[in-house]
C-alpha cells in the first residue's frame, strides 16, 4: 500500500501540474492575442454595420476582449445621456454584419499607410510569400495544439493513476479546453491562402440579401475576412464609396478569384 501511494502521487501531481500549465498558457495566449483583420483598422475611423440595421461610426481601438469606437464629439443619446464612444464585446461579435474603412474619412496620414498596405498586399513580393509560408508553417503547428491536449487528457484519464481525478474534475478539464481552443483558433485555410493579395469576388449576406464585392483578399483569420479596396454601397440607394471591409465569415464567403 505505500508503494501505491508513493507512484500514485507523482503521476496525479504531473497531470494536475500540466492542466494548469495548460490552463495559464491559453489564458495569457488570450490576453495578449487580438484578431489581425481587426487589428489592421485600429485608430482609424471606422463604421460598424450591424445585423439589427445599427450604425456605429468611430475611431477604433482594439483590445483582445472587444472593440471601442471613440466619436469624434461627445452627443446625447434619446435619453440625455452624454456619449463619448460605444463598446462592442467580444461575445457580441456574432451581431457584427461588416466593418467599413472608408478611404475619404481617413487622415493623411492613415491614406499613405494605408496606400504602402495595398502595394505589399497586391500580387506580393516572392519574399513577402515566403515569409508568409513560414508564419503558416507554425500556424498549422499551432492548430493541432488542441488534438494533441485532447489526446493526453484522453489518455490520462484512462491509463494513468490520475484517472479518478481527472474524471471527477471533467467540468474543469472541458472548461480548460474551451480557453486553450478559443485562445489559438483554427486560422489556416488552405482554399485561401492561394488567394491572398488578389483581387476576389466576395459574396457578403445582407438580411435576405446576397450582395458581391470585388476587392484584393489582404488576410482572413478564424473568424473575419479582411477585403480591400472595394466599391462598397452600403444600401441600394447610397452612392458607391472606396473602402476596405472586415467581415464576419459567417456572413462574407470569397466565391470566385476576381482577375
Known amino acids: 500500500m505505500?508503494?501505491?501511494?508513493?507512484?500514485?502521487i507523482p503521476y496525479t501531481a504531473i497531470t494536475i501540474i500540466f492542466i494548469v500549465l495548460v490552463?495559464?498558457?491559453?489564458?495569457f495566449i488570450r490576453r495578449i492575442s487580438r484578431d489581425k483583420c481587426l487589428n489592421d483598422f485600429e485608430q482609424n475611423m471606422v463604421t460598424l454595420e450591424n445585423t439589427s440595421g445599427k450604425i456605429i461610426w468611430g475611431k477604433l481601438?482594439?483590445?483582445n476582449t472587444g472593440l471601442e469606437f471613440i466619436y469624434l464629439t461627445t452627443h446625447k443619446d434619446q435619453e440625455g445621456h452624454d456619449e463619448a464612444s460605444y463598446i462592442l464585446y467580444k461575445h457580441e461579435y456574432p451581431n457584427i454584419a461588416a466593418l467599413i474603412r472608408y478611404h475619404d474619412?481617413?487622415?493623411?496620414?492613415?491614406?499613405?499607410?494605408?496606400?504602402?498596405?495595398?502595394?505589399?498586399t497586391y500580387h506580393p513580393s516572392l519574399p513577402r510569400r515566403l515569409k508568409r509560408k513560414i508564419l503558416n508553417v507554425f500556424k498549422t503547428i499551432r492548430d493541432s495544439v488542441m488534438e494533441v491536449?485532447?489526446?493526453l487528457v484522453s489518455l490520462?484519464?484512462?491509463?494513468?493513476?490520475?484517472?479518478?481525478?481527472?474524471?471527477?474534475q471533467d467540468k474543469y478539464v472541458t472548461q480548460m479546453k474551451q480557453e486553450l481552443a478559443g485562445s489559438v483558433g483554427a486560422s489556416y485555410e488552405p482554399l485561401l491562402e492561394r488567394y491572398i493579395g488578389r483581387r476576389v469576388v466576395l459574396e457578403l449576406l445582407k438580411g435576405d440579401k446576397v450582395?458581391?464585392?470585388?476587392?484584393?483578399?489582404?488576410?482572413?483569420?478564424?473568424?473575419?475576412v479582411e477585403i480591400i479596396d472595394v466599391n462598397y454601397?452600403?444600401?441600394?440607394?447610397?452612392?458607391?464609396r472606396k473602402a476596405d471591409l472586415v467581415v464576419p465569415r459567417k456572413y462574407g464567403v470569397v466565391r470566385h478569384l476576381g482577375e
Do not use: H, M, W
Not at 2 to 8: D, G, L, R, S
Not at 23 to 27: P, R, Y
Not at 233 to 240: G, H, L, S
Open 2 to 8: 505505500p508503494y501505491i501511494f508513493a507512484v500514485t
Open 233 to 240: 454601397k452600403p444600401k441600394e440607394d447610397q452612392p458607391t
Open 211 to 224: 450582395l458581391e464585392y470585388c476587392g484584393v483578399l489582404k488576410d482572413y483569420t478564424a473568424d473575419f
Open 105 to 120: 474619412e481617413l487622415s493623411e496620414s492613415n491614406k499613405k499607410k494605408r496606400e504602402r498596405e495595398l502595394t505589399k
Open 156 to 168: 490520462a484519464k484512462k491509463t494513468t493513476p490520475a484517472r479518478g481525478v481527472l474524471t471527477s
Open 23 to 27: 490552463t495559464l498558457l491559453a489564458a
Open 61 to 63: 481601438r482594439v483590445e
Open 149 to 151: 491536449v485532447n489526446t
